[in-house]
């Protein structure tokens, strides 16, 4: 089977830009979740999608939003870019039903804003 | 609420050392738990998990039991290699799996 595959892998944005990052879950996969990855503050969930709905959100601000397609496929993205927003940004799938919650990771996506 | 406590690194070992990376946890219901290990430029690889209380996982050499009495999840190895180097970090999700809860993380350097 094919893992978690996450587009692009780096990107480079300038301040007030807006981004958009996808992800493309493993085959049977219905939960993609979102996270935001940076040396300070660690791993911080942005949220997660099953079967095309929002089931879960963080704690950030509304500029990130994301959605899921029909697929299981799902972008996540970002507006108006802060110099704060640099990081890691790594999507993982899982089936998201008992007793199958574990969580598969891609290779993330490295977002630098300047 | 939710959430994971891990032992603060960065942890240095001689090959061959024995490893313990502790993990406690807070949690309503019953979570299940999970390690996770990220290798340099990477993201995170399931290492091992356990969904209910006294079960153990287990995968390439590494361990940990899940303790209800004590809500903890140690992780343990007992001979470590230097291809063990790697940021480990333990996680929870509650009873429904929406959200997963992660530690700090423990940075793990092995030396010859």
């Known amino acids: 089977k094919a893992g978690v595959t996450q587009t692009p892998r780096y990107l480079i944005k300038t301040r007030g830009q807006q981004v958009t990052l996808s992800c493309s879950p493993i085959s049977g996969h219905r939960s993609v979740s979102w996270y935001q990855q940076t040396p300070g503050q660690g791993l911080q969930f942005l949220f997660e999608?099953?079967?095309?709905?929002?089931?879960n959100k963080g704690n950030f601000p509304g500029r990130f939003s994301g959605r899921q397609f029909s697929n299981s496929r799902s972008e996540m993205n970002v507006s108006t870019l802060e110099l704060g927003d640099s990081a890691l940004y790594l999507c993982?799938?899982?089936?998201?039903?008992?007793?199958?919650?574990?969580?598969?990771f891609g290779p993330g996506t490295r977002l630098t804003v300047t | 609420g939710n959430s994971v406590t891990q032992m603060e690194g960065p942890v240095t070992l001689s090959e061959e050392a024995f490893l313990t990376i502790n993990c406690t946890y807070t949690a309503t219901g019953y979570p299940s738990l999970f390690w996770y290990v990220q290798y340099p430029g990477e993201g995170l690889q399931l290492l091992l998990k356990?969904?209910?209380?006294?079960d153990k996982g287990s995968n390439k050499g590494f361990e940990a039991t899940y303790r209800k009495e004590t809500t903890s999840f140690h992780l343990e190895k007992g001979s470590v290699q230097v291809s063990d180097s790697a940021v480990y970090f333990c996680a929870l999700t509650g009873d429904t799996g929406n959200q997963f809860y992660f530690g700090t993380g423990t940075s793990l350097t092995v030396i010859p």
């Open positions: 993982a799938s899982s089936m998201g039903q008992f007793p199958a919650y574990e969580q598969y």
């Open positions: 356990a969904t209910k209380a006294d």
């Open positions: 999608y099953f079967s095309e709905t929002q089931r």
